[in-house]
């Protein structure tokens, strides 16, 4: 069995998990701590709060940003939904912006155009999605949402290690905080710092990052300069409603040991991503085109193609479990009853009749990509 996505767990993961369950703390010890300044530090940036997943750290972020009800967010229609939805947790609403036809990424152009014709103060608030690990450009997002009052909440969860190269010719690494508010990860076992469940928001700025720490642990605070009094040592103050989306010290523990090996496993991953280039270089088989400047992150080998149906169940009859990402959100049933419908978005959907996304992990071995490509071919080629 070939799977789209795996999670690499070797001995030294084991290992630290071990000394974890034998150490005195499993859960608000100092293995979370540890994860997150080594994350921070991975990134680039200055703040990072580990949560118990991706879809908490979109929405403990979008509650750090101010997202309430009334506000209005633009994002991308190409991506998981938790990238929408956590404006409705908060009670604001979603509009969907067509994505790039050839980078499949949230059109920076129809994002103006849609910005320029609403009346000043519609909107609040941008979330750029860096899909399947092709880094949106943030410098020009940021001088976007400063021409209209934004803030930035960047998606990067496909894309941890990726960068793009800024105006300055100096890489940014996505999630970084140079251009984002905030940024958000995941670690479901396919990405590429796998806990099981986990996930991380950062930040360069300090109010946002000391709104967060409040916020993933039900609001309550220890910290005298916070607290209105302080009867003794157990005494604390719920300041806020929160929510308990703390991480646990296994995780983390397991996320840090993971963490060391990040870059082998994205070099691993551009391997891979080469051979699938060279194998479907003059064929019927699309695929996109990464600029100098842009080093990707391939979270997903996205192909494009007009036999979408027929490739997936021969692939499934070869055991090889290709995946679909995504269902364009809008057409959801849950979306569609809040006015979308078919031709809204006619890239995003155009993208979702041809897409398909094919195996890419890091222990993906040369024979069994070699499978793939052949397989792939045959309908294809």
Sequence with gaps: MIPYGRQHITQADIEAVIATLQSDYLTQGPAITQFENNFAQYIGCKYAVAVTNGTAALHLAAMALGVKAGSKVIT????????????????????????????????????????AAAPKGTYCGIVPVDFAGYPIDMEAYRQLANEYGLWL????????????????????????????????????????????EGGMITTNRQDIYEQLLLLRTH????????????????????????????LSDILATL?????????????QRQQIAQ??????????????????????????????????????????????????HYVPCHLHPYYRQQGWTDGDLPHAEHYYSRTLSLPMYPTL?????DFVIEQVLAICG
């Design 255 to 267: 996320g840090n040991s993971q963490l060391q090996r990040a870059n082998e496993g994205m070099q």
């Design 76 to 115: 991308t229609p190409i991506t998981f939904a938790a990238s929408a939805n956590c404006i409705k947790y908060c009670g604001g609403d979603v509009d969907f912006v067509d994505i790039d036809p050839q980078t499949f990424l949230l059109d920076i152009d129809k994002v103006r155009a849609k910005l």
């Design 219 to 246: 609001g309550i605070t220890k910290n005298p300069a916070l607290m209105s009094k302080n009867d003794g040592g157990w005494y604390q103050e719920m300041l806020l409603l929160g929510y308990n989306y703390r």
């Design 275 to 324: 051979r699938y280039m060279a194998a479907f270089k003059d064929t019927n088989v699309r695929y996109t085109h990464i600029p100098n400047g842009v080093y990707h992150g391939y979270h997903l080998f996205v192909i494009q193609t007009e036999h979408r149906l027929e490739l997936y169940n021969h692939l499934q009859s070869q055991q090889i479990f290709a995946q679909v």
């Design 153 to 196: 909440l960047e998606d990067a969860c496909h894309a941890p290690g990726a960068y793009f190269t800024d105006s300055k010719g100096i890489p940014q690494m996505c999630g970084n905080g140079q251009y984002a508010d905030a940024a958000i990860f995941s670690f479901h076992p396919v990405k590429h710092i796998a806990t099981g």
């Design 365 to 369: 071995t040369n024979q069994q990509q």
